[in-house]
């Protein structure tokens, strides 16, 4: 298929893997039971140690017309990092250093393989933040960059792409190219930068970012509140943004899911009353600044029908309720075919969610969903018996038809990667596929980086 002493040649002969066994880790990522895809029979693991090493690795492909796969930390949820053909995976951990954290900037220079974790730390030991909080700590800047990750601090923070300012990528054709700097304004030319930013390492590997940071904040203090009703709980969320406090994360649970939760992880849910819970994260200046914040929050939650209201402050109680939301995926993975992303305007949710619920019956089937109700994005759970019923594909459009009526997507957070390529016409009009699949070919015209995903 391809000459292996080569790929030796550059990287060195202990950093290619060919011994199936010791690469199955390589093969998966966290694709939900019901989509995982098939590895290819003949892959290699490649580890460069830098930009320039895999400026050779994509010459020899464009030369020998092999597929490298960048990987990241594999916590991806679409299949994305999966090598579907026979080919190279090309992982970026030894791409794992801090390089810099300019304080007189606010910016820090980091390797595409930190983790976030590791990341996360070096802030911290600033005295720093970098506010964006996806889920899985193991994943990596370049793997957060190329999904464009977002998670429950989006509300208030945004997304990761918010925070990066420059970016080493590498083409799919070999050259290494910079964009963007420690810079707050830059209006010089096509902002190639954004282009990959999202790209779903189909139009380059990151190799190294400039991730923009903040000062720490004061708090956090969260507050789990409970409504007998979910139009109740969702009317309350633009109150309470409407009224200029704008909380860290606003995420919305069903008590049921949360009970389930608990008892799966041995443990209790400490809200008893009520059919739903916003669970709010507030940070601010300073501690009565957060305190204040919260009180006008359970005022407005109040008014509008909640009927109790659990402020968590301590350490431990704020960890244990994150905890236990952080795991509600984990209760029915095992039966889980697939968890939907789906993203609609904040203010449709409930009615969407709703809408979800009826459909549930309809299929007789119960359809848990989880949402950071702030920002309207929101993942509906698809149990495994409805593929084995032969019906998910179905539900599963329907979802997606209702969400393009409100003006949603199908995607907010996780991305397109190899599993939602068949509903991408859902969404995405003829003639912005045409410029998508044109982009493509331009910065990769012999098809070799992360063929079959994001696009097709
Ligand atoms: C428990 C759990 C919770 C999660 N929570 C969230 C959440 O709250 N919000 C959210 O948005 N996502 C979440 N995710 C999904 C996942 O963590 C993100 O998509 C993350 O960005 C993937 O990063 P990774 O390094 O693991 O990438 P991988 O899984 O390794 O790869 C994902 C994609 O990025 C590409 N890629 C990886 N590295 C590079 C690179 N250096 N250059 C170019 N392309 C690259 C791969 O080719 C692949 O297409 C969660 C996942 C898990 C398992």
């Not at 299949?79 to 390089?99: F, N, Q």
């Not at 009317?235 to 939760?261: C, F, N, W």
């Not at 431990?316 to 984990?330: D, F, G, N, P, Y």
Request: charged residues 25%; aromatic residues 4%; contains cysteine.
């Amino acid at each position: 298929m391809f000459d292996i002493s080569k790929l030796k040649s550059i990287v060195g002969e202990d950093w290619v893997v060919t011994d199936r066994q010791q690469m199955e880790s390589y093969l998966i990522d966290e694709t939900y039971t019901g989509l995982i895809m098939t590895p290819a029979d003949n892959v290699v693991v490649v580890k460069p140690a830098n930009a320039q090493e895999i400026s050779q690795v994509m010459r020899l492909a464009n030369e020998e017309g092999f597929p490298v796969y960048p990987r990241g930390g594999g916590t991806g949820v679409c299949a994305g990092a999966i090598p579907t053909r026979d080919g190279v995976v090309l992982s970026m951990e030894r791409l794992d250093k801090v390089e810099e954290i300019d304080k007189e900037n606010l910016m820090a220079v980091v390797q595409a393989g930190v983790t976030l974790s590791q990341l996360l730390q070096s802030v911290e030991s600033a005295e720093l933040l970098f506010p964006p909080h996806p889920g899985d700590e193991g994943a990596q800047v370049g793997g957060l960059i190329a999904c464009n990750a977002g998670g429950t601090r989006a509300v208030k923070y945004g997304v990761v792409r918010n925070y990066v300012k420059g970016l080493e990528v590498l083409l799919p054709t070999g050259e290494i190219v910079t964009m963007g700097g420690k810079l707050l304004k830059n209006n010089t030319g096509l902002d190639l930068m954004q282009l990959i930013i999202d790209s779903e390492g189909i139009l380059g590997i990151i190799t190294k970012a400039i991730l923009r940071l903040y000062p720490k904040f004061a708090g956090p203090a969260t507050l789990v509140i409970s409504f007998d009703d979910r139009h109740a709980a969702m009317r309350s969320v633009p109150k309470i943004l409407q009224s200029g406090v704008i909380p860290m994360a606003v995420e919305y649970v069903d008590h049921d899911l949360m009970e389930a939760t608990a008892s799966y992880l041995g443990t209790t849910w400490p809200a008893t009353k009520g059919v739903a819970h916003l669970i709010i994260i507030v940070t601010g200046t300073n501690e009565d600044d957060v305190y204040e914040q919260c009180e006008k929050i359970s005022e407005i939650c109040e008014k509008n029908g909640s009927v109790d209201t659990l402020m968590a402050e301590s350490r431990e109680e704020q960890a244990h309720i994150l905890h236990v939301r952080s795991e509600t995926s984990m209760t029915y993975k095992a039966r889980t075919a697939e968890i939907l992303d789906v993203t609609v305007p904040p203010a449709a949710i409930g009615d969407l969610m709703d809408e979800i619920d009826r459909l549930g019956a309809e299929y007789d089937t119960k359809i848990p969903m989880v949402a950071h109700a702030g920002d309207g994005n929101f993942h509906p759970h698809l149990m495994l018996e409805l593929k084995e019923r032969g019906v998910e594909k179905e539900v599963k459009r329907r979802i997606y038809a209702r969400a393009v009526e409100m003006g949603g997507v199908i995607s907010g957070e996780h991305g397109i990667g190899k599993t939602k390529l068949q509903e991408l016409e859902m969404c995405l009009d003829a003639k912005s596929l045409d410029l998508m699949r044109g982009l493509k070919h331009l910065f990769d015209p012999n098809n070799v980086l992360s063929p079959d995903s994001a696009i097709k």
